[in-house]
Structures are given as structure tokens and as C-alpha cells.
């Protein structure tokens, strides 16, 4: 999943400080278009050295379908008038519409002492602890990386390392419009149901949403910062 860059680039991974770390800097940028947000956290990871503040961008997207690098054509079923853009995370196929909260954590991984399967372990970790504030009991799954109520899919995850550190990230639903789903295998499992916060009476509007996960989700990735 990771990947090295050229040239002269400062490293993302020189000797972490022995001091804490910093509180990221937390983005709320709306509704922003789906490319154009996948260059910017790009060149982020880019242009970023050892000293640079992590940040975390909350936002959502207009309708798109995005593929993972490795992922199959064979679970976009039917698309239509939606776009499909294949990108440089992990995972499959999924959907990503107004609703819907995502959230992207741009983290030097080894400064803030996590390994990849940490970091998901975090992000599963803040949908969990939010759900639960909520009185909505979520799981995650060993095997199929995201965070479930029941047998449905509430929120999903794939994300990109590069230089050690990390972009792309989380999806949650949270008042949606449901029917592009159907239109794909989600995360590539055949018959997999999505569903979302405001089927068990959560938050309305993303904002709100992104209001409420920010404090799980800082306090599960830097709690030991």
C-alpha cells in the first residue's frame, strides 16, 4: 500500500519529537469535488517535511463512484449517469454522495507512533465510539476493514500511505440518498446492505455528524501522543 517518493523530498519519516504532538489541524471544507480533493491531499503528502502539522479534513463529495487501484470492474454493476474515477487507495468499489460525511486524517504515521493497521483500527474505533453516544451499537470485522450495525455497512475505509504518511480515509453515512449502493457490489462483497446513522435516528446533516466524530476520532489517533 505504501509507496516511496522521488526525488529530494523531506521525509515524512525523521526522529519523531519527544515532546506531544500537536493537535492536527481540522479542515471543515463542505462540499467539495471528488478530484480536485484527491490531487490537493496528494500534493499535501508531497510537499509535506517532518515539522508539518497532521491535519484532518471533514467534507463531503457530489455523487461519484470511486475504484481502488487493484480493485475489479466486475463490482460496478451499473453506473449510469454517476462518474467513476479509479484512484490510488486501497480497497474496492464504493460510493461516495451529499449525506455522507468523509473524512480524510493526513497523519505522519511514525511521528505519531501508528502503523497502518493502527490507524484503521483508530478510525473504526471513533464510528464505534460515536454510534454508541448515539445508542447505536457498531462492530468492525477482522476481514472486511469499516464498521457495521448488524449485518449492514455503516461507514467504509481505504486509505493510501506514502513517504509514512497517510491520505484518503473514511466514509460515513449519515442522511443519504441510499439507491446509488445498489448500483455496486460495496467494498466488492456481492449483496452486502449499506445503511446509515439516520435510520436509527442520528444526526441530520454532516456537519452535525462531523461535530460529533471529531473528539472520538482525535482522542482514538493521538491519544498516545
Not at 508539518?52 to 460496478?76: C, Q, V
Not at 455496486?184 to 449499506?194: A, E, F, V, W
Request: one cysteine or more.
Amino acid at each position: 500500500m505504501s509507496a516511496s517518493a522521488a526525488g529530494a523530498a523531506p521525509s515524512c519519516e525523521a526522529d519523531a519529537p519527544a515532546h506531544r504532538l500537536p493537535a492536527p489541524l481540522i479542515r471543515q471544507l463542505g462540499r467539495v469535488d471528488y478530484e480536485s480533493c484527491w490531487r490537493a491531499m496528494q500534493r499535501f503528502t508531497a510537499e509535506r517535511s517532518a515539522h508539518s502539522m497532521d491535519e484532518i479534513w471533514f467534507l463531503e463529495h457530489a455523487p461519484i463512484f470511486t475504484l481502488g487501484m487493484n480493485a475489479s470492474r466486475a463490482h460496478l454493476i451499473s453506473p449510469g449517469d454517476i462518474p467513476v474515477l479509479q484512484i490510488d487507495r486501497g480497497g474496492e468499489v464504493t460510493y461516495h454522495g451529499p449525506g455522507q460525511l468523509v473524512v480524510y486524517p493526513l497523519i505522519d504515521l511514525k511521528r505519531a507512533a501508528l502503523s497502518v493497521r493502527d490507524l484503521v483500527s483508530a478510525l473504526e474505533k471513533s464510528v464505534i465510539d460515536y454510534a454508541a453516544e448515539l445508542g447505536i451499537r457498531a462492530h468492525s470485522r477482522a476481514r472486511a476493514p469499516g464498521v457495521y450495525v448488524g449485518e449492514r455497512k455503516l461507514a467504509s475505509l481505504g486509505i493510501r500511505i506514502r513517504r509514512g504518511c497517510s491520505y484518503h480515509g473514511l466514509a460515513l453515512n449519515v442522511h443519504m440518498d441510499m439507491e446509488p449502493f445498489g448500483r455496486i457490489d460495496p467494498c466488492g462483497y456481492p449483496g452486502l446492505k449499506m445503511t446509515q446513522l439516520a435510520e436509527f435516528a442520528g444526526p441530520a446533516s454532516v456537519a452535525l455528524a462531523a461535530q460529533g466524530l471529531q473528539r472520538h476520532l482525535v482522542r482514538a489517533l493521538f491519544a498516545n501522543g
